[in-house]
C-alpha cells in the first residue's frame, strides 16, 4: 500500500514537473514569436512613392536606387521630400547626373523575364537598359538595351558615359567590360576578364564567376581615359588600357587577401587634382568603407569607416564638402558621414544598391581624398564604445551580436537577404531562441512519452556495481 502511494506520488511529482517545463517552454516561444510580430508592424518600405520615408533636408537633389526585393529609383528633393519615384523595372542599379541637365540621370537596370515568350524561349531571361530619366517631368528614355539569356548574375550593375555617344558597361553575363556606340549599337571596344584571370579562382564557373559591378572612366590626371572596374568575386580593383590591356601594376587587392577588401562594390577614383590618386571603395562583405591611397607605386590604406549598425555596404562618394555619401545595403540606409565621422544626414530604404548626390558631378566629382582632407578612421568597435549604455543590457541584441559574431558574414547577409528587412539581430535571436526551445520541448516530450511506456535505453557498456 505505502508503496503504491509512493509511485502516485512520484507519477504526480513528474506530470507537475513536465506541465511546469511545459508552460515556461511556452511562454519563451510566445514571447519570442511577440518580438518578431512587434517588429513586422514597424516594417520599413519603398513598394510604392506613399511608403517611401522622406529624407532630412540637404542642399542638393540625391538619388536612390534599389535592387533587391522592390526595384525602385528615388529622388529626393533639397527639403527632403521625394520629387521622383519610378518602380517599373525589376531591379535598379548606379545612377548617374546627365552633364548639362541638371534634373536628368542616367542609370542601368534590369527586367526579369518570368514568361516564355519570343525574347526569352526558357524563362527566366533579362533585359538590361540604359535608361535617362528627367526627374522633374517623369520621361524616361531607353538609351541602350541588350536581352541576356539568364536571370542570375544577368545583369549590368553599372555603365559609365564617356562622351556623348561613346558609354562604358560592366557586363556580368560574360565578365566583360565592353564601350559600345548608343548611337549605331555597335561595341568598339571589349575587354574580357578571361583574358588575364583564371577561371579556376573567383566564383562557380559558369554561373557566376568575375561579377563585374563596376566601371568608371577616368578623365583626369595620370589615368586619365584609362577605366577602373571592380571584379567583386576576385576582391580586386583593376584598371585598363583600351590599348594595353590590363595595367597590373596599378590592381588594388588579390583574390582571397580579405584583409584589404572582400566582395567590394561601386569604388570611386580621385584624381592627383584632388589629392590622389585614391579609390573609396565600399569593402561590403568585410562590412566597412574604406580609402585606399597610391603612393611609391603601391596601394595604401588611408581611411576606414564603420559603425555597429553598418551591414554590406555597397556604395561610398567623397562629396566636394568633404563628406562622403554611404549606401548600406544591409543597414537599410543611406547616410552621409563628415570629416570627422559623424552621421549627419541619414535616409532608411529597404535594399538600397546605390546613392547620388546631384549638383556634385558624376560620382561626387568635386570630392578630395582622406588624406588631403585629414580624415580620421573609425571603427564599429568605436562606435560600440562611444554609444554604449553600461546600464541598459539588451539580451536579445545580446544574442543576436553573438550569432552574427559566430556565423560567417556571408551567410549572415545571405540571411539578411532572404529576409524581411525588418529582421535584425534582436530578431534572429528571437527566432532562434524559439527554434531552440521548440526543439527541446519535442525532445522531451518524445523521452517523456518512452518513459511513459515502459522503453529504457541502457549504454552498450555499463559498470557494475561501485566503490
Same mark, same amino acid.
Given at each position: ?60 537633389? &540625391? ?25 517599373? =523595372? ?19 537596370? &534590369? ?66 567590360? +565592353? ?55 576576385? !576582391? ?57 591611397? =597610391? ?22 562618394? =567623397? ?42 558631378? !558624376? ?29 541598459? +543590457? ?57 518513459? !511513459? ?15
Amino acid at each position: 500500500m505505502i508503496a503504491r502511494s509512493r509511485a502516485s506520488l512520484a507519477r504526480a511529482g513528474s506530470l507537475l514537473s513536465r506541465n511546469r517545463l511545459r508552460v515556461a517552454f511556452l511562454v519563451v516561444i510566445v514571447l519570442s514569436a511577440a518580438v518578431v510580430a512587434n517588429a513586422s508592424t514597424n516594417s520599413l518600405s519603398t513598394a510604392s512613392a506613399e511608403d517611401v520615408p522622406d529624407a532630412p533636408p540637404t542642399e542638393n537633389h &540625391t538619388v536612390v536606387t534599389e535592387s533587391g526585393r522592390a526595384g525602385t529609383i528615388t529622388a529626393y528633393a533639397p527639403d527632403g521630400e521625394v520629387l521622383y519615384y519610378n518602380n517599373t =523595372r525589376t531591379k535598379y542599379f548606379d545612377v548617374d547626373p546627365v552633364e548639362g541637365e541638371p534634373l536628368t540621370v542616367e542609370y542601368t537596370a &534590369t527586367d526579369t523575364i518570368h514568361s516564355e515568350g519570343p525574347t526569352c524561349s526558357d524563362p527566366p531571361c533579362a533585359l538590361n537598359v540604359i535608361e535617362r530619366a528627367n526627374l522633374s517631368t517623369g520621361e524616361v528614355e531607353v538609351v541602350y538595351e541588350r536581352y541576356d539569356y539568364k536571370e542570375t548574375a544577368g545583369e549590368w550593375h553599372d555603365a559609365d558615359r564617356i562622351n556623348e555617344t561613346h558609354v562604358v558597361v560592366a557586363d556580368i553575363v560574360a565578365d566583360q567590360v +565592353f564601350v559600345v556606340n548608343t548611337e549605331t549599337e555597335v561595341v568598339e571596344w571589349l575587354w574580357d576578364a578571361q583574358s588575364d584571370f583564371p577561371v579556376e579562382g573567383g566564383g562557380a564557373y559558369p554561373g557566376d564567376w568575375a561579377h563585374i559591378n563596376d566601371v568608371e572612366y577616368i578623365e583626369d590626371g595620370e589615368m586619365e581615359g584609362r577605366i577602373m572596374a571592380s571584379l567583386r568575386n576576385q !576582391d580586386q580593383v583593376v584598371f585598363l588600357d583600351r590599348q594595353e590591356g590590363l595595367l597590373e601594376d596599378w590592381t588594388l587587392g588579390a583574390e582571397d587577401e580579405y584583409d584589404i577588401q572582400y566582395e567590394q562594390h561601386n569604388p570611386d577614383y580621385i584624381p592627383e587634382s584632388r589629392g590622389g590618386p585614391a579609390v573609396v571603395v565600399a569593402d561590403s562583405e568585410n562590412g566597412r568603407v574604406q580609402e585606399f591611397q =597610391r603612393e611609391d607605386g603601391a596601394w595604401t590604406r588611408s581611411w576606414e569607416w564603420s559603425d555597429d549598425r553598418m551591414q554590406w555596404p555597397r556604395d561610398a562618394d =567623397r562629396l566636394p564638402n568633404g563628406n562622403t555619401l554611404v549606401t548600406d545595403t544591409h543597414g537599410n540606409r543611406v547616410m552621409e558621414i563628415n570629416e570627422s565621422g559623424d552621421i549627419v544626414w541619414q535616409v532608411e530604404s529597404t535594399l538600397p544598391y546605390e546613392a547620388e548626390r546631384l549638383e556634385t558631378g !558624376d560620382e561626387s566629382a568635386g570630392g578630395h581624398s582622406a588624406r588631403e582632407l585629414g580624415l580620421e578612421s573609425r571603427t564599429a568597435a568605436e562606435s560600440d564604445d562611444e554609444g554604449g549604455d553600461l546600464f541598459g +543590457f539588451d539580451p536579445l541584441g545580446f544574442v543576436g551580436d553573438l550569432i552574427q559574431s559566430i556565423l560567417p558574414h556571408r551567410i549572415y547577409n545571405g540571411l539578411l537577404f532572404a529576409t524581411p528587412v525588418w529582421i535584425g539581430p534582436s530578431e534572429f535571436a528571437a527566432i532562434a531562441i524559439a527554434l531552440l526551445t521548440g526543439l527541446l520541448w519535442a525532445g522531451l516530450e518524445f523521452k517523456w512519452q518512452l518513459r !511513459d511506456a515502459g522503453v529504457r535505453f541502457r549504454l552498450p557498456v555499463y559498470r557494475e556495481g561501485g566503490d
